[in-house]
């Protein structure tokens, strides 16, 4: 089984920052891609960042754009968002995923395979 563990949420005012990491363990386990999730209250759980260890291409969702960079180390299984200027809007659970086919189509959910239990991030006006 493999396990998605996610870290590094908490509450922040506005224009600060934060970094979530995600550490994949369980069985041996190779990744594609992993990307970054989050749902905010009443909202549905929308695309956040993604990158392919392949190359390291990245994508973003447009609001982050220029805000958060998503990075990682394929050998430790591990996975980072470095979230900076952040504002009430980012308010979500943010959730890993981890995709173990070919990495296409990055921005779907239903592409990744594994999912963490998510992580609180909160950002007071």
């Known amino acids: 089984q493999v396990q998605l563990v996610e870290s590094g949420g908490g509450l922040v005012q506005a224009g600060g920052s934060l970094r979530l990491s995600c550490v994949a363990s369980?069985?041996?386990?190779?990744?594609?891609?992993m990307g970054w999730f989050r749902q905010a209250p009443g909202k549905e759980r929308e695309f956040v960042a993604a990158?392919?260890?392949?190359?390291?291409?990245?994508d973003y969702i447009d609001s982050v754009k220029g805000r958060f960079t998503i990075s990682g180390d394929n050998a430790k299984n591990t996975v980072y968002l470095q979230m900076n200027s952040l504002n009430p809007e980012d308010t979500a659970v943010y959730y890993c995923a981890a995709m173990s086919r070919q990495a296409l189509r990055i921005r779907q959910q239903y592409r990744y395979d594994y999912w963490g239990q998510g992580t609180q991030v909160t950002v007071s006006s």
């Open positions: 369980g069985r041996t386990f190779s990744s594609s891609a």
């Open positions: 990158m392919r260890w392949s190359g390291g291409s990245t």
